[in-house]
């Protein structure tokens, strides 16, 4: 909506509050005028303040535009307070349309737009039931029958009735609460079949609506006006209803935008780890089928070259040495292989390689891993790598004369533990290794905490859901 468009629908918003006060202050015959003088053009003002606000900040709904028209409605039904017959009989029956704007209004809510056959059905029925229900009993009821002796004739009285103007102000008490039966079984069929979430946005204005819709039947079946004043009170309450409502769905919009891109970061953060494990694979099999291999082919070579430098000693010693520091670097690249992703996890799972690295520990370590069936590969390299970096840290750091390791599968979740009995007093914001297996823990949806009280050990868990977590191919 544009600027200048908006502040037109201001200015004759204005303009028919002021005549809604000039009206009332005039009547003849409407009482409460005070009350009136206020109450008129307030809720009108509302509905209309509150609909240019939500065309504002939320443009892609109708509701903005159905509550601006039901302000405007609702100051068409105000024209009662008028003392020209002609004027008197039209807001008698123009004057119920703000009741179907009203029903459509509710209807709709959130968006504004109808969604199913059944719904346009009930709309339509709205807006021909509110205005035209007291259409019949205006050609037989004079001022007396509509219970204001004050009031103006209407224009459309045939000749004066009573039992004819009951006989048909009953019809329309009927339709209004046929109506309202069917609008009722339809909001809690509605609101049953929505998530709870969006619940919370539907209950207010459902209750609001049906609450005045329900004042409004009974005040027309002829308990009276107090119910009729009710059903107004409730009017001027339901735009910030509907407005608690919007910010509610927009909540939920944000609420859904946000877990939404929260599932993408869970599972980006899944493939940057599932990544790199299999280019810790694919690094692995380098050194073993590259690097590896020549050097173990240049220690054939020298050993032959010795065997034939047996006349020379200098030239042997030489050789001797040469050896000496190629098998180094031989057991200094398979441990470097094996660190950055051992073959033997691959090839046999977790548990053979959670022995193999404790067999390696120089601290006695106790393996107990017992997981049933192989794990998914994320999880056995987040498992074994949290289990390696821990015994690391006993190693160097723990001056412990003992550790255990337990793995362990409940249901849909693999628990890892690895304790020692050192010195204690481990942080993970003073070293990057664990804040390291903690982001990898996390990237698969789980959990690793850490408990080191000084001179009690240290303790190390981590929980992995161990579910179907999204693979991608070895490369």
């Known amino acids: 909506?544009?600027?200048?468009?908006?502040?037109?629908?201001?200015?004759?918003?204005?303009?028919?509050?002021?005549?809604?006060?000039a009206l009332v202050l005039a009547s003849d015959h409407k009482d409460a005028k005070l009350a009136w003088a206020i109450f008129g053009p307030g809720v009108g003002w509302s509905f209309i303040g509150v609909g240019l606000y939500t065309c504002r900040r939320r443009a892609e709904f109708r509701l903005g535009a159905l509550m601006t028209l039901l302000g405007f409605a609702w100051f068409l039904f105000t024209l009662d307070a008028a003392n020209s017959?002609?004027?008197?009989?039209?807001?008698?029956?123009?004057?119920?349309?703000w009741g179907g704007v009203f029903l459509h209004l509710g209807m709709t809510f959130p968006s504004g737009r109808i969604r199913s056959r059944l719904e346009r059905a009930i709309v339509i029925a709205g807006y021909l039931i509110f205005p035209l229900a007291n259409l019949p009993p205006l050609f037989f009821a004079g001022p007396h029958e509509l219970g204001c002796d004050e009031c103006p004739t209407n224009v459309l009285l045939i000749r004066r009735d009573g039992d004819a103007a009951d006989v048909a102000s009953a019809v329309g008490a009927a339709l209004y609460a046929g109506l309202f039966v069917i609008v009722l079984a339809w909001a809690i069929r509605r609101w049953r079949r929505t998530a709870p979430?969006?619940?919370?946005?539907?209950t207010p204005v459902y209750t609001f609506a049906l609450l005045t819709f329900l004042l409004v039947t009974v005040a027309r079946v002829g308990a009276g006006e107090a119910f009729l004043w009710a059903a107004f009170i409730s009017s001027a309450l339901m735009p910030f209803a509907f407005l608690?409502?919007?910010?509610r769905t927009h909540l939920f919009e944000l609420h859904a935008e946000l877990s939404e891109r929260l599932e993408e970061l869970r599972a980006s953060r899944a493939r940057l780890v599932q990544a790199g494990d299999a280019e810790r694979r694919r690094l692995e099999r380098d050194l073993h089928d590259g690097a590896q291999s020549r050097l173990v082919g240049l220690a054939l070579l020298l050993r032959t070259a010795r065997?034939?430098?047996?006349?020379?000693?200098?030239?042997?010693?030489?050789?001797?040495?040469?050896?000496?520091?190629?098998q180094t670097s031989l057991a200094e690249l398979r441990e470097l292989a094996r660190g950055i992703h051992p073959a033997l996890l691959s090839e046999r799972g977790l548990g053979p390689a959670l022995h193999s690295l404790a067999a390696r520990t120089?601290?006695?370590?106790?393996?107990?891993?017992?997981?049933?069936?192989?794990?998914?590969?994320?999880?056995e390299s987040a498992a074994y790598f949290v289990v390696s970096e821990a015994l690391t840290n006993v190693a160097k750091y723990a001056e412990a004369t003992r550790a255990s390791v337990c793995v362990r599968r409940v249901d849909a979740r693999v628990a890892v533990e690895v304790a020692d009995d050192g010195v204690g007093g481990a942080d993970t914001a003073r070293g990057s290794g664990l804040r390291g297996l903690a982001d990898r823990v996390a990237a698969?949806?789980?959990?690793?905490?850490?408990?080191?009280?000084?001179?009690?050990?240290?303790?190390?868990?981590?929980?992995?859901?161990?579910?179907?977590?999204?693979?991608?191919?070895?490369?």
Not at 87 to 92: E, G, K, M, N, Q
Not at 197 to 202: A, D, N, P, S, W
Not at 244 to 247: N, S
């Open 85 to 97: 017959p002609p004027v008197y009989t039209f807001a008698l029956v123009a004057g119920g349309l």
């Open 244 to 247: 608690g409502g919007l910010l």
């Open 307 to 326: 065997t034939r430098a047996a006349h020379d000693p200098q030239l042997a010693q030489l050789l001797d040495r040469a050896q000496d520091e190629l």
């Open 197 to 202: 979430f969006e619940r919370l946005q539907l």
């Open 444 to 475: 698969l949806d789980g959990t690793l905490t850490l408990d080191s009280p000084p001179g009690r050990g240290t303790r190390v868990r981590a929980e992995i859901p161990c579910g179907s977590p999204p693979r991608l191919p070895d490369g």
């Open 1 to 21: 909506m544009t600027a200048a468009r908006m502040h037109a629908i201001v200015l004759a918003a204005l303009a028919c509050g002021a005549g809604v006060v």
């Open 362 to 379: 120089p601290v006695p370590v106790t393996v107990d891993a017992d997981t049933g069936e192989r794990l998914p590969a994320p999880v």
